[in-house]
Each structure stands twice: as C-alpha cells, then as structure tokens.
C-alpha cells in the first residue's frame, strides 16, 4: 500500500512564509510527476505547481516567483517553499504523485496517490 502524508500547514500572516512537506511510503519502485495542488473553500482544487523526474517544475501564474517546489528522490519526499503569502493563498493543500507501485509476485501497477490534505490559513 502506497500513502502520501503532508505536514508544515498553518496560519501564517500575509507576507509571510510556510513550507509544506510530502512524504511517500509503502511499495514504491518509481515516483513520476509529483506535484501540489490546492482548493480554496467554494472554489473548485486547482494545480499550484509540480516537478518531474527530471525535475522540469510548472507553477500556476497566480504563485510564480513566490512558491518554490523541489523533491528528494532519493527520500521520495516533496516541498512547496512559499514565500511572500497573500490571503488568496488560503487553501487546503495537497500532494500529489503518479507512482509505480510494486506488487506482490513482482507486477507494477500504476497509481495516481493523493495525501490527505494541509490546511494553509494566511491571516492577519
């Protein structure tokens, strides 16, 4: 069983900083695109940015030249660095990764993996 799990949420004041963390556990032999996206009360999830293997990063236009992704292939963990926050940022966010998943007798299976969410509040 694969589980992404999310940590660093919080309140924090607007201009502010927060970093937010994605760890992968379980039966991985490969991680694809990671990626964080968030969704904002009333309003529908949207991607914020992502980050292949390769390391090839997007981010939205709403949090460029803000918002930093990088991954630990190595650790398969992933961080959002989120610098200068506007209360628009205000979300609950969530990681992302497309996984190959090892199962027993050896077979791959493909997996689209979702953590369980951490709520970002940017508030004065």
């Known amino acids: 069983q694969v589980q992404l799990v999310e940590s660093g949420g919080g309140l924090v004041q607007p201009g502010g900083s927060l970093q937010l963390s994605c760890a992968a556990s379980?039966?991985?032999?490969?991680?694809?695109?990671m990626a964080w996206y968030r969704q904002a009360p009333g309003k529908q999830r949207e991607l914020v940015a992502s980050i292949t293997r390769s390391r090839r990063t997007y981010y939205a236009d709403s949090v460029k030249g803000r918002f930093t992704i990088s991954r630990d292939s190595f650790k398969n963990t992933m961080s959002l660095q989120m610098n200068t926050l506007k209360p628009e940022d205000t979300a609950v966010y969530y990681c992302n990764a497309g996984i190959l998943a090892r199962l027993e007798g050896g077979a791959l299976d493909g997996l689209d993996a979702w953590g369980q969410g951490a709520l970002v509040t940017v508030s004065s």
């Open positions: 379980g039966s991985i032999f490969a991680i694809n695109t």
